[in-house]
């Protein structure tokens, strides 16, 4: 299984970007992909997930009501729209897969393998 992400870039707070993970190399009903982001001296953290099963997505306190996860398995792709961006939003932004053997919380980085190289986004005040 490999993910590439894309979609990264600088953009003003107020501002929105659509981030894109690739997925190749799975069964694409056996996966949840998720979203994760880590700040400049920040612990990594969830952003988001899709459950490409049953459809179910999950998300961060912090990027409730402003993102929405989608997927398109036509593409391979998951989606990660952006919106009504902020400052603390900025990060490297990963993309990366759990099989759905692996049972347990939605964004526990330990059942997600493999990773995507990341993408930068930055959010300028």
């Known amino acids: 299984v490999q993910l590439v992400e894309s979609g990264g870039g600088l953009v003003q707070a107020g501002g929105s970007l659509r981030l894109s993970c690739v997925v190749s190399?799975?069964?694409?009903?056996?996966?949840?992909i998720g979203w994760f982001r880590q700040a400049p001296g920040k612990k990594r953290e969830g952003v988001s997930s899709?459950?490409?099963?049953?459809?179910?997505?999950y998300y961060g306190d912090a990027v409730q009501g402003r993102f929405t996860i989608s997927s398109d398995k036509a593409k391979n792709t998951v989606y990660l729209q952006m919106n009504n961006l902020k400052p603390e939003d900025t990060g490297v932004y990963y993309c990366?897969?759990?099989?759905?053997?692996?049972?347990?919380?939605?964004?526990?980085?330990?059942?997600?393998?493999?990773w995507g190289q990341g993408t930068q986004v930055t959010v300028s005040s």
């Open positions: 990366a897969a759990q099989h759905l053997s692996a049972r347990g919380m939605w964004n526990d980085e330990a059942l997600f393998r493999p």
């Open positions: 190399g799975a069964i694409w009903t056996d996966y949840a």
């Open positions: 899709i459950n490409n099963k049953d459809g179910r997505n």
